[in-house]
Structure formats: C-alpha cells, structure tokens
T-cell receptor, first 117, second 113 residues
Framework: GAVVSQHPSWVICKSGTSVKIECRSL??????MFWYRQFPKQSLMLMAT?????????EQGVEKDKFLINHASLTLSTLTVTSAHPEDSSFYIC?????????????FGPGTRLTVT | GDSVTQMEGPVTLSEEAFLTINCTYT??????LFWYVQYPGEGLQLLLK?????DKGSNKGFEATYRKETTSFHLEKGSVQVSDSAVYFC????????????FGKGTMLLVSP
C-alpha cells in the first residue's frame, strides 16, 4: 500500500513553454501533498505544501506564479512549471500524506526529470 | 529551526564491510526520525523510522536507534552488498500538524565487489 506515482518520469521542453507534472496517490487519500526539487548530488528542497481543496503554501524563495500547484482531489496534485527556463531543469519529487488517519508519514513518488533546452 | 546533519560522502566500502553513516539532529520537542534511500534516477524510499527515544528502526539489515541524549540516529548495517549502493538521507519531522520533513544533505554509499 501507500503508492505514489508521478507522470511523466522525464520530460524535455523548450525554453518559454510550460510543462505539467502529475502526482497521484494510488491506494490512499492524500490529504496533504508536498513538492520537492532536487539538484544533482544535493538534498531535497521543499517547494510547497498543498492540502486538498486549498491553495498551496510555498516555501520562501519559491515563485508561486512560476510553479503553479493544484491539489484538486484527494488523489491528484499537479505542478506546472510556467515559462520554463534552463535553470528550471531539475529532478522534481512529490510526496503525499494521509493526515486524516493521524499519520504524518510521507510517501514519495519516483520523481520527474525535467530538462529545459 | 530544525536541522539534520549527516556525514559527508561518498562512503566507499567493500562488499561485506560494516557500515555506519552518522546523523545528528537539532529539533524542538520530540521529532520522529527517518532514513530514506535513493537509488540512481529514482525517488526516495523509506528505509526505516523511529518515533520516540530509544526506539530502534530496522529494515533489510539496516538499523538505527533514536538517541535523545546525543540527538543522533546513526545508520548501521553489519554486511553491505553492492546493491546497497545509493544515497541515504536522514530526516526528521515534528509530531504535530502536517509537519514537513527536514532532510540532511544525503550520504552517497558506494559498495564494490
């Protein structure tokens, strides 16, 4: 149980275009979802936290107009990188929690590799 | 704020060697502690966890004990395998609210045959 999927697993896009990454909880209700960014050989940087049906809470320094997060259902959250630039190239990882069960454990997706050319 | 400090890598070992990866933390209250493993090109997988002092988390031969007195959660394995080569992250979360995870910087483990 507690499986989280991400789609796509990798994507290449041209500078100036937008790209959407999906994060799904397959067998549980994800009341809270998290989006992380990971640079090569570095740790995960939390970008934002979202609760189903609410606006995402962004970490300091993360541009909310550039990284649009939608958590419209208990099983799906999306991250849209708008007007992507090469510096947005990174590994994006989502995680999900079912806090309604009193558990704060996060289950991680496999990640999405974004390359902006 | 909360923080996690891990030993820098890479840690290079021969197969069947003993592994220790040190992790210490700073946190208010009584956090839960985790070790995650990341294989090349993949997301994070929970390896083990401990939610209170003196708890020992264990999985796949790996162990870590929650030491409140030394604020540590060192990862150990008695005999590593080549397949254990990965990056290991120590992390903590406060046990309240929808708490975020605070990660260490990660330690790369390379095991040679």
């Amino acid at each position: 149980g507690a499986v989280v999927s991400q789609h796509p697993s990798w994507v290449i896009c041209k500078s100036g275009t937008s790209v959407k990454i999906e994060c799904r909880s397959l067998d549980f209700q994800a009341t809270t979802m998290f989006w992380y960014r990971q640079f090569p050989k570095q740790s995960l940087m939390l970008m934002a936290t979202s609760n189903e049906g609410s606006k995402a809470t962004y970490e300091q320094g993360v541009e909310k107009d550039k990284f649009l997060i939608n958590h419209a259902s208990l099983t799906l959250s999306t991250l849209t990188v708008t007007s992507a630039h090469p510096e947005d190239s990174s590994f994006y990882i989502c995680s999900a929690s079912d806090t309604s069960r009193g558990s704060y454990e996060q289950y991680f997706g496999p990640g999405t590799r974004l390359t902006v050319t | 704020g909360d923080s996690v400090t891990q030993m820098e890598g890479p840690v290079t070992l021969s197969e069947e060697a003993f592994l220790t990866i040190n992790c210490t933390y700073t946190a208010t209250g009584y956090p839960s502690l985790f070790w995650y493993v990341q294989y090349p090109g993949e997301g994070l997988q929970l390896l083990l966890k401990a939610t209170k002092a003196d708890d020992k988390g264990s999985n796949k031969g790996f162990e870590a004990t929650y030491r409140k007195e030394t604020t540590s959660f060192h990862l150990e394995k008695g005999s590593v395998q080549v397949s254990d080569s990965a990056v290991y992250f120590c992390a903590l979360t406060a046990n309240s609210g929808y708490s975020t995870l605070t990660f260490g910087k990660g330690t790369m483990l390379l095991v040679s045959p």
